[in-house]
């Protein structure tokens, strides 16, 4: 088991720096000159010239990409012209926009796009798999088919579209809601529910969709087998062989999913945070981009990279311990 | 009279399928009295499992039209409700299925499933007095270290321990009715024969009945009293055991009792005259072959240092259990697997060592008959196109004559040289066979091993295939190594008997010492776990 970990944090690790040198090829290396887009747009050039100098831009490529791996793990220091300012692992240097370390920059917007993730994740998996269970109990009902349709037609529906629905619905036209605004969890916890509702309920409806197909599916599948057939010989309810045995057999492959699909949200929820206005690590993304804010997109681009790949290696591990037969190795 | 435990009355079961309805059971009436054992035998689509089914109204939502009457300890099987039915099921007749392991629930506790069983029929009991219950059957049924074993899951328990797991789940309620399905069929003889002491002890202890589903006439002259003999989804016969197997009244039941193949007789008819053949020649030799799997701590040695000689025209029969060794051995014969060890010699020359390239000349003449005839057929090409493979790829003939040939080989396989452009599914398995034998013969190889060739096939398509294997022997001057597991199946081919034993040979000589004469311990425990019929017959 530990053996297992230890080589998994290897591959991770590996995956990584695999990403870190694309990413960095992609924004440092390709045509372009970073060190005018850091100066801003009224620029002369001796202001270039230092801005050159203190990005390092002179330096051969590879020593430029080493300054940037030195940076991830010990820090790094910068001159400001007039002493030095020291940027703390990890660092991916400072914002073109505000000079603001990157760093800084992510960790004051993690707390909203974690507040939308795990929101929406619950949630999508409360209405996912009720949904998938109820088509199952309902088999071959009226009832099923309608929520194979409607679940098609949620995974078919993107974002914006529900999302802007919803907000015309429930806050303009209903009233029922707040337009959405981010309020931090630890400063009024009723408004901070109240306003994520929206974007939660928007983006859930998506998973839950797909996750209502995969539930419903891999329970009928489970329902076919031969063991199923044994607990019908035997007397036990088809209530008890629905919620023991077949919802059993549909559980390894939630988690795993499950965890897969969190690692994707922290760097997929862009268009959910833009249309709603939430202060996120996506909404970030998108005017990085906007504005060739190099140092932003980059970190932000190796955050989802991390998230993806260890969320995958707990999806791994907690589907081996869901499924025994599965061997970790 | 006492009240029969089981009456079926004029039970039809009909299917609907995508070529129409099928009838499975047609107009079948029986009795069983309490305590009594009754086996229902035939060939695959017989009806027997059909109706084992039925009675415990297991086709009930499935679109299958039931009529008739099926009544289990007074209770009417079709007019039940879902109560009264759940009842039935468990607490009256517990059934025991086929193939243990998928008929256990692979995430949860083996002891856990019997509980819970258990406590759909005993609502007051406890948890703990059902987990209690769990580990006492358990137990009864002969798992070592019950309570610990209990927590097991279904894939960390072997092939017999799982059948024991089901037949202990089947005790737990302590039914008057035991239905087992082919409960032996997947095991190797001395598990068999332990399942079925088993059985026989619970019935001796409980008093429970018995309707024991089987192909195996072997199986069921050991275990009941009474034999139904189905076909066509209706009774052919029934009677006591032993007035059955000594003068069966209709050709059915004596053509099928006929194909039983004896483990202390050969069969008459096949080739005789190769106790005369003096064709000596030596065409395969091996010497210490040896075959490892895995590396480091893991390694596991398949076959170890396993010497052994094929002459030209002699039939080598190979035996064992599952895990023995003979699959893989048989694969090295015909070098679709490499050897890790050992030398292994055709005509002479070393092949052991060759690469895939310096194999091609010999692969013509080295072929494999493989056990599962389903799945070793390319089920989108015709068998027609199937069976040329190898010709083209020898590429010695032109395409009219490439057909000319298949059509000749089909019919000597005894198929219609017209099926040429059939497809795998619109044949039966014994027919399958026929076409694998079909394509193995094509090159014209000298020696072709068969790999349980007929272990998947029915006791009359099994004659009929051994003795296609035999005429085409004779015909052709074949080399056979033939692999099974059924010792009967094995004495009435072979000339020599090898028996295999984790991956080493124990013992080895011609057919007939080995099986009148064992010398190995472990040859004689094989050769006194089949079950006969000629015990039943002799005691009659």
Redo the contacts between chains.
């Keep these: 088991m530990s053996l297992y970990f230890l080589r998994r944090a290897l591959g991770a690790v590996l995956v990584l720096l695999v990403i870190s040198v694309v990413v960095y090829a992609i924004f440092y290396v390709a045509p372009g000159d970073p060190a005018k887009l850091a100066c801003g747009p009224r620029c002369n050039p001796e202001q270039l010239r230092q801005v050159r100098e203190q990005l390092g831009l002179n330096d051969p490529v590879y020593v430029q990409y080493w300054h940037f791996l030195q940076g991830i793990f010990v820090g790094h220091d910068y001159s400001t012209g007039t002493g030095t300012m020291h940027c703390d692992a990890p660092c991916f240097g400072l914002s073109y926009q505000n000079n603001q370390q990157v760093t800084d920059l992510i960790a004051e917007r993690l707390p909203a796009t974690l507040s939308l993730s795990v929101g929406v994740v619950v949630l999508w998996l409360l209405l996912g798999v009720g949904i998938g269970l109820l088509a199952v109990v309902r088999r071959g009902g009226l009832l099923e088919r309608a929520l194979i349709w409607l679940s098609l037609a949620g995974t078919a529906t993107p974002v914006f579209v529900s999302g802007l629905a919803l907000m015309m619905l429930f806050c303009a036209y209903l009233e029922w809601l707040p337009f959405p605004s981010y309020v931090p969890l630890t400063d009024d916890p009723e408004q901070w529910a109240w306003n994520m509702l929206l974007p939660w309920v928007t983006l859930a409806l998506l998973g839950a969709s797909i996750y209502a197909r995969m539930t419903r599916s891999s329970m009928l599948e489970t329902l076919a087998e031969d063991h199923v057939r044994t607990f019908r010989a035997y007397g036990v309810s088809e209530r008890a062989i629905i919620g023991k045995h077949a919802l059993r057999g549909a559980v390894a492959p939630i988690v795993a999913m499950t965890a897969a699909d969190f690692g994707s949200l922290i760097g997929g929820t862009m268009l959910t945070e833009t249309m709603f206005g939430l202060p996120g690590v996506g909404q970030m993304l998108v005017r990085s981009v906007q504005t060739v804010d190099l140092p932003v997109v980059v970190a932000v681009v190796m955050l989802i990279g991390a998230a993806v790949v260890v969320a995958n290696i707990i999806g791994d591990t907690l589907y081996a311990l869901a499924d025994r037969r599965v061997a970790l190795r | 009279m006492t009240e029969p435990l089981v009456k079926v009355t004029d039970l039809a079961v009909t299917f609907p399928t995508d070529d129409g309805r099928v009838r499975a059971v047609d107009g079948l009436s029986f009795e069983l009295a309490p305590g009594g054992a009754l086996a229902l035998v035939g060939e695959s689509g017989s009806g027997k499992s059909t109706v084992a089914f039925g009675l415990?109204g297991?086709h009930r939502s499935t679109g299958a039209e039931v009529t008739g009457g099926i009544e289990v300890a007074g209770h009417d099987v079709l007019a039940a409700d879902e109560a009264e039915?759940?009842?039935?099921?468990?607490?009256v007749a517990?059934?025991v299925?086929q193939?243990p392991l998928?008929?256990?629930?692979?995430?949860?506790a083996i002891g856990d499933?019997i509980a819970?069983?258990h406590r759909?029929?005993r609502r007051d009991a406890s948890r703990r007095a059902a987990r209690d219950r769990a580990v006492e059957v358990l137990d009864r049924v002969g798992i070592p270290d019950a309570a610990r074993r209990a927590r097991s899951?279904p894939?960390e328990f072997s092939g017999g321990m799982r059948q024991r797991a089901?037949i202990a789940?089947a005790l737990a309620?302590e039914p008057r009715l035991l239905i087992a399905d082919e409960p032996t069929t997947a095991l190797d003889v001395t598990v068999q024969a332990q399942i079925l002491d088993l059985l026989r002890d619970l019935r001796a202890e409980t008093g429970m009945g018995l309707i024991l589903v089987t192909h195996d006439l072997g199986v069921a002259a050991d275990s009941v009293d009474d034999l139904l003999v189905m076909k066509n989804g209706r009774a052919v016969e029934r009677g006591p055991v032993r007035a059955l197997l000594d003068s069966p009244a209709e050709t059915y039941t004596r053509d099928l009792l006929a194909a039983v193949p004896r483990i202390n007789v050969r069969r008459p008819g096949v080739p005789e005259q190769r106790a005369e053949r003096t064709d000596d020649t030596v065409l395969l030799e091996a010497k210490g072959l040896t075959r490892r799997f895995g590396r480091g701590k893991r390694a596991v040695t398949a076959v170890d240092d396993v010497s052994l000689t094929v002459r030209a025209g002699e039939t080598v029969g190979v035996v064992g259990e599952s895990g023995s060794g003979k699959t893989t051995l048989g694969r090295m014969l015909v070098r679709l697997l490499e050897p890790t060890g050992g030398e292994l010699r055709y005509e002479g020359r070393d092949i052991g060592g060759l690469s895939d390239r310096g194999l091609r000349p010999f692969r013509s003449e080295l072929q494999m008959v493989f056990q599962d005839p389903v799945s070793s057929l390319n089920p989108r090409r015709s068998i027609g196109e199937s069976i040329a493979d190898p010709l083209r790829v020898a590429g010695r003939l032109g395409d009219a004559e490439i057909t000319a040939r298949v059509r000749d080989l089909l019919e000597r396989v005894g198929l219609d040289p017209g099926a040429y452009h059939r497809y795998p599914h619109e044949f039966s398995g014994g027919q399958r066979q026929r076409v694998g034998i079909a394509r193995a013969l094509a090159p014209e190889p000298k020696l072709i091993v068969c790999d349980e060739p007929v272990s998947a096939l029915d006791v009359t398509t099994q004659a009929q295939v051994v003795r296609l294997l035999g005429e085409l022997q004779r015909d052709l001057g074949l080399a056979l190594v033939f692999i099974a597991h059924d010792l009967a199946v094995v004495r009435q081919v072979s000339d020599r008997l090898v028996v295999m034993r984790g991956g080493r040979i124990v013992e080895e000589g011609p057919a007939d010492a080995v099986y009148e004469k064992p010398q190995h311990p472990y040859t004689q425990g094989l050769l006194a776990a089949v079950p006969r019929l000629e015990q039943a017959e002799a005691a009659a």
């Design positions: 415990l297991l039915l759940r009842q039935v099921r468990g607490g517990a059934m299925f193939d998928s008929s256990l629930d692979p995430y949860q499933q819970e069983v759909v029929h899951r894939h089901l789940m309620c």
